[in-house]
C-alpha cells in the first residue's frame, strides 16, 4: 500500500479541515477457472486486477470524512464520468457524534444488517459463492441506478441503519427503502453477531435474519433466513448455513443454500473454498460450486484454483 499524508488549511463551507489521510491499494488475482452444465466453461487462465483509491480527513470539530472509489469502475466511457447520478463504484461518507452517513456504492439497510455464510476462505472466482443457493444478501439494491443514501447509528453493542436508492424519474413509489439492527456481543471464547432487516420496493418486500458466530479456537458457523413477498416479485423463502475453521496459515469455509419458490423451479447448491496464507500479502486459493435445479437439466459446477496479491 502506497499512502501519502498531508495536512492544509483551507475553508470548506464553514469548517477548516484539520488533516487529511489518502491512500491507494491494489489487489489482483491469477489462475485458471472452468466448469460444466448449460452454461460449461472450458479451462482457461483467470487474471484480474483491482485499484482502490481512498482518502479521508477530520475538521477541526471532530467530524469525520471520507471517499472511496475502484478505479478499475470509473475511467473513459463510465457511466459516471458523464453523469453524477451515477456513483461509478464510489463511495462517500461523513462521520461523527452524530453517527454516519454514507452516499454512493454502499448497502442498503437489509444488506448491511444481514450476515453472508461463505466463511472465513475465498476462491478467485467467487465459486463458493456462484451457486444457485447462495444468497448475498443484495435485497433491492441495485433495482434503480445502484447509488444508495444510508445512515447509521450504534450504541453499546446495538447498531441500526435506515437507507434510499430513490427511482431516478422521480417516482415515489419506486424508491427502495431498507432498514436494518444489528446486535454483537464478545461471549467467552466467541463473537455473536446477530441481524435484521426489511427492505420494500412498490409492492414488494423482503425480510431477514441471520447470525454468525466466530469463536476463538478458529472455528466460524452461520445461518441466515429471508422471505421475499409481493405483487412485483415471486414468493420466494431461502435459507443458508456455512461452518468454517482457521488455524494459523490456513482456512476452509463450506455453505449451502436453497430457495423455495411459490412460482418457478426451486433451486439449491453448495460452495466450497479453502486457502493459504503465504504471507505479504500473497495467498493460494481453491474453490467449487455446485447448483442443483429439481426436475430441470440444468445443474452446473464450477471450479478455480490461483493467487491472490494485495499490495
Not at 461523527?96 to 444488506?111: H, I, N, Q
Not at 446495538?158 to 427511482?167: G, K, L, M, R, T
Not at 435459507?239 to 443454500?257: C, F, H, K, P, T
Amino acid at each position: 500500500m502506497k499512502k501519502v499524508l498531508f495536512a492544509t488549511t483551507a475553508l470548506v463551507a464553514t469548517a477548516s479541515i484539520a488533516s487529511a489521510d489518502v491512500a491507494l491499494k491494489g489487489s489482483a488475482e491469477m489462475g485458471i477457472f472452468g466448469g460444466n452444465g448449460v452454461a460449461g466453461v472450458d479451462p482457461q487462465f483467470f487474471t484480474d486486477v483491482d485499484v482502490n483509491f481512498s482518502g479521508k480527513g477530520t475538521t477541526d470539530g471532530g467530524v469525520e470524512f471520507g471517499f472511496s472509489v475502484d478505479l478499475d469502475e470509473g475511467g473513459a466511457g463510465a457511466a459516471a464520468v458523464a453523469n453524477n447520478a451515477d456513483d461509478g463504484g464510489a463511495t462517500i461518507y461523513v462521520s461523527g457524534t452524530f453517527g454516519k452517513l454514507t452516499m454512493g456504492d454502499t448497502d442498503g439497510g437489509f444488506d448491511w444488517a444481514m450476515s453472508e455464510v461463505a466463511g472465513p476462505a475465498g476462491s478467485i472466482n467467487d465459486d463458493h459463492t456462484g451457486h444457485a443457493g447462495y444468497n448475498g444478501n443484495s435485497g433491492f439494491d441495485g433495482t434503480n441506478d445502484g447509488q444508495i443514501a444510508a445512515y447509521e447509528y450504534s450504541f453499546a453493542d446495538f447498531a441500526f441503519a435506515v437507507s434510499a436508492e430513490i427511482d431516478d424519474n422521480g417516482g415515489i413509489p419506486g424508491v427502495v427503502y431498507g432498514i436494518g439492527a444489528k446486535y454483537s456481543v464478545a461471549m467467552s471464547g466467541a463473537n455473536l453477531s446477530l441481524g435484521l432487516g426489511y427492505q420494500g420496493y412498490t409492492n414488494a418486500s423482503i425480510w431477514g435474519a441471520s447470525a454468525a458466530i466466530n469463536m476463538d479456537n478458529g472455528l466460524y458457523m452461520g445461518v441466515n433466513y429471508s422471505q421475499t413477498a409481493g405483487t412485483a416479485v415471486d414468493d420466494t423463502q431461502h435459507y443458508g448455513i456455512g461452518l468454517g475453521y482457521s488455524v494459523d496459515a490456513v482456512s476452509v469455509g463450506v455453505n449451502y443454500g436453497s430457495y423455495n419458490r411459490t412460482v418457478g423451479a426451486d433451486t439449491s447448491g453448495f460452495g466450497v473454498a479453502a486457502q493459504y496464507d503465504l504471507g505479504g500479502g500473497m495467498k493460494l486459493h481453491a474453490g467449487y460450486g455446485w447448483s442443483d435445479r429439481p426436475g430441470t437439466a440444468f445443474d452446473t459446477s464450477s471450479y478455480s484454483f490461483g493467487a491472490s496479491m494485495s499490495f
